[in-house]
């Protein structure tokens, strides 16, 4: 089978990230074209890409690619996703798919109509540690979740000459649940099911180069009483963690520890004696990763297993982990909680568990064609 001729949209940080993990697949597709508005980024990441052809106009890279990934900010996700999608070039969108159910949508609906593969890249779902606590939750050899919580913690930018990239909500389409939160609140949909409700709060202490939230707490509950959390900042002057995973389930606690790339068990607990602190809190390494290191020596965000799964499907019609749809899911319970946090309500999220789409859902043709 010939190689995918892949094209890059976007030559910022996020894209130097994919460039890494391309890399590490490069027996598997080929980079045929890249593209900037700014050409030495696209130079620069030509350069560790084996020199394919370089633009500043994507609509000049048509003819050199059969599938493009794009990351450019959220505002122009959907412009450009439609000029590949009509002309049948499938597409890896980074998140989020769009700012707007509308734009969302359209998209999708185009691509079906195309036959273009459509996937959004949210790569916390193939970090190989991820996909193993997922398995060890399903076997169900620790009894029946009672929370999962995910949090993260890093600080984006305190430079005065970067606000204007941060500021602009439009742009950004939310502020940091919306921009950085749909990566987690997928996770929770996939590892605990069907939502019932949930609610959201966020606040710009600590971050004032965004709009909106820098800094936020979501909580869920779910049809099986599962629980989920998601916290996060923007604003993080410190850090111990950077990110942690932890599901607490009827026989201990599973804990996926990024840095370090490990799943342990906390299963020693003792029952709580008021007054009497635990120093220790001894624990089994159940799985071990790689520690793959990024090139500021965090941990590897794995870019290369998603990439794999897309090009997996464009050769083999299979349908994405996170079709179009799948991604819609993710935005929906958000916007229902930023919805409802307006109006100190909390959100109903019936209905937009993974497996609850609408596949035949579709905009009204009037505005599909305006």
């Known amino acids: 089978m010939e190689k ?17 993990g391309i890399n590490a697949i490069s027996e598997q597709l080929e980079i045929t074209a890249v593209c900037d508005v700014v050409l030495e980024q696209a130079e620069k990441t030509a350069a560790v890409l084996n020199n394919p052809y370089v633009t500043t106009d994507y609509r000049t890279m048509v003819d050199y690619v ?3 990934l794009i990351a450019l900010p959220h505002d122009l ?22 700012n707007t159910e509308e734009e969302c949508l359209s998209l999708i609906t185009t691509c079906e109509q195309e036959n273009v593969v459509l996937m959004c890249a949210y790569p916390v779902r193939f970090f190989p540690g991820i996909r193993k606590l997922k398995e060890l939750v399903d076997s169900g050899d620790y009894g029946r979740v009672m929370q999962m919580s995910i949090w993260t913690e890093q600080l984006t930018t305190t430079k005065p ?34 939502p019932v409700k949930g609610c959201h709060m ?83 390494v159940l799985w071990k990763g790689t520690n793959e290191r990024d090139a500021k020596g965090g941990p590897s965000k794995h870019t290369q297993f998603e990439i794999l799964h897309f090009l997996d499907c464009v050769q083999n019609g299979k349908k994405p982990m996170i079709d179009g749809r799948a991604a819609l899911q993710s935005l929906r319970v958000i916007w229902a909680m930023y919805d409802a946090e307006k109006h100190n309500e909390v959100a109903d999220l019936r209905g937009l568990g993974l497996e609850q789409v609408d596949p035949t859902e579709t905009l009204s043709y009037e505005w599909y064609t305006k």
């Open 161 to 194: 000459e970067h606000y204007m990239r941060w500021t602009a909500t439009a742009r950004l389409g939310g502020g940091q649940f919306f921009s950085h939160g749909c990566h987690y609140i997928d996770l929770l949909l996939w590892f605990l099911g069907n």
């Open 4 to 20: 995918l001729r892949l094209g890059l949209v976007g030559c910022g940080g996020m894209m130097w990230t994919h460039a890494m």
């Open 202 to 284: 966020g606040t710009r202490v600590g971050t004032p180069w965004i709009l909106k939230e820098g800094t936020s707490t979501a909580i869920m509950q779910f049809e099986n009483g599962a629980l989920g959390y998601h916290g996060a900042t923007w604003g993080g002057r410190g850090t111990k963690i950077g990110s942690d995973f932890q599901v607490q389930t009827e026989k201990g606690m599973l804990e996926y520890h990024r840095y370090d790339d490990e799943i342990r068990l906390y299963d020693g607990s003792v029952e709580h004696i008021p007054g009497v602190i635990e120093e220790k809190f001894p624990y089994k």
């Open 77 to 98: 996700h959907y412009e450009c996703g439609m000029f590949f999608a009509w002309r049948k070039k499938h597409i890896l969108m980074e998140k989020p798919l769009c």
């Open 66 to 68: 059969d599938a493009v």
